[in-house]
């Protein structure tokens, strides 16, 4: 068997492994009933649940809404909405769950499977998956419980990114009726929509017809969004608010004593630069270099995550990964001198003025912007700062309206080819949007993916982030923690490792109330 097959079955199998509508076991016995008050750091700006709008806003769609597969418990890859699956050369079928029910008492058939893809390839959902699953070559409903999914190739991580909630089964009757999946919800997942008020809440009920029987222990989840990270903090140290998503990195160490909070919190997000590359002088790479080398990240990293975390001065696939390089570390360490050198060698021997982007929303990203203005400083480089909220940033990221901005990022997938977003062109995610193409890097993501021998394809990564790094379309700065913060009576929450902290929604579905 090759390998991408070896690897698919072997995913499958751990998955049929897990029993079907069993959830962790918890240290205690849960209670059921109540309402978690969430906060959330952000107002959601829409509620399709194929367009990744951020972290924040997918921690709602998940209560909502599930796919074929999905994250679970240390990031395994366990079955949804399908129960088992089986591979047969590049085709892929799927065996859906008996009596699962939509949120309007319409069954999950294999037809509404069909058309959720079907979506996601179509360019004019804005779908975030679409580069992802382009891969695929037909979709089948083969009968009213099983679908088959053709691709056009072997790609490795094909099942992980069906673990994304971006990857989401839709109703096909309730979302040709007319509604707009921008401003309501109707999935199969744990929790029902029941309002949206921009600005203020989003309101979520118990399914009680919800497949994994038992679950879950809330009567209800009140997503409360809040205008910045002091005013959450506030509002959870006062018991208005139960959990919290972004704890400000500034915060952690102190909330870590308090007695009456819980700390939810790894490794699992950084920080970078991001270029258009289009735009001048952006599209200078001793220019880019320069900032890179212009960078102290000891310093970022003391300053905004108080040692929490670790700097990135190579590649950014996670160490301890199996495509991790260690022979790209030190790439890129604070040398001021070296940066003023590129900057004559770029053109700019008196330095320069450019503009930097971030979202006040977030203390992490306003304070890293102010850190890197300082520093930038000290060769010539003079930032001035433009700090709209992340709705505003969000459109200015899509459309390319700016030059160089400030992210907090992570790992989409358990998978290097997560590296496809940041720097394949045809991706609509980043590289498409800021302007980046390089054929070498688009050449060896797609060998990469396809390839079978698992030697060879760390050595096509090996390759693809020393050019990345060469190139520096993006800088990276600071690996650091991220998660949540609760009130210590929120019982059954779990904070996913590493870099599927962001998948930690999933959770909500075990979570109760000790009160």
């Known amino acids: 068997m090759k390998p991408f097959l070896t690897w698919l079955v072997a995913v499958s199998l751990v998955a049929m492994l897990v029993v079907s509508g069993s959830a962790a076991t918890p240290q205690a016995q849960p209670k059921r009933g109540g309402t978690l008050i969430y ?11 194929h367009v990744n709008s951020g972290a924040s806003n997918g921690t709602i769609k998940m209560a909502v809404y599930e796919g074929l597969v999905k994250y679970w418990h240390e990031g395994k890859i366990v079955p949804a909405l399908a129960e088992r699956w089986s591979v047969v050369g590049q085709s892929i079928t799927f065996r859906l769950r008996k009596d699962v029910k939509f949120h309007n008492g319409d069954p999950l058939t294999a037809d509404d499977v069909k058309y959720s893809l079907e979506r996601i390839l179509d360019a004019r959902s804005g779908a975030s998956l679409r580069g992802s699953l382009s891969v695929i070559q037909s979709i089948d409903a083969v009968d009213p419980l099983t ?41 199969t997942g744990p929790f029902k929509f029941v309002s949206w008020e921009p600005g203020r809440s989003v309101k979520v009920v118990r399914n009680p017809d919800y497949w994994q029987k038992g679950l879950p222990y809330l009567d209800a989840i009140d997503f409360v969004p809040f205008a910045d990270d002091q005013t959450r903090l506030t509002a959870l140290r006062a018991n208005d608010i139960m959990i919290l998503d972004f704890t400000p990195q500034e915060q952690m160490n102190a909330i870590a004593g308090e007695r009456t909070l819980a700390l939810h919190v790894d490794v699992g997000i950084f920080m970078c630069i ?20 212009a960078i102290d990240r000891d310093a970022v990293l003391k300053t905004i995550f108080e040692g929490r975390g670790r700097t990135i001065t190579g590649d950014v696939i996670p160490k301890g990964w199996w495509a991790f390089n260690e022979r790209l570390e030190g790439k890129y360490t604070y040398n001021p001198e070296k940066a003023k050198t590129l900057l004559r060698e770029a053109g700019y021997p008196n330095g320069l003025e450019i ?41 200015r990221h899509v459309d390319g309206d700016y030059g160089a901005q400030v992210r907090g990022l992570t790992a989409g997938i358990n998978d290097p080819d997560f590296l496809s977003d940041f720097y394949q062109s045809d991706r609509p995610s980043y590289a498409k949007q800021v302007g980046f193409k390089d054929d070498q890097l688009d050449n060896w993501l797609e060998q990469a993916r396809v390839v079978n021998n698992p030697v060879l394809r760390k050595g096509l990564y090996e390759k693809i982030g020393e050019r990345a790094l060469d190139l520096a379309p993006w800088i990276y700065i600071a690996w650091g923690d991220q998660g949540e913060t609760a009130r210590t009576y929120v019982k ?4 996913w490792p590493g870099p599927l902290g962001r998948y930690s929604g999933y959770s909500l579905v075990e979570t109760w109330l000790d009160r």
């Open 147 to 187: 679908i088959k999914v053709v691709l056009r190739q072997p790609f490795s991580p094909f099942i992980a990114y069906l673990a994304q909630p971006y990857a989401a089964i839709v109703s096909r009757k309730w979302a040709t009726s007319g509604v707009n999946l921008r401003s309501t919800m109707m999935g």
């Open 492 to 495: 059954g929450y779990t904070h």
């Open 274 to 293: 991001i270029f258009n590359t289009t735009r001048k002088p952006y599209d200078n790479v001793k220019l880019r270099q320069a900032i890179a080398y």
């Open 355 to 395: 503009k930097l982007l971030a979202p006040i929303t977030y203390s992490l990203h306003t304070r890293t912007s102010q850190v890197l203005q300082a520093q930038l400083a000290k060769v010539g480089i003079q930032v001035t700062l433009e700090l709209p909220e992340w709705a505003v940033v969000l459109k």
């Open 39 to 49: 906060g959330l750091s952000t107002d959601p700006p829409d509620l399709d649940p």
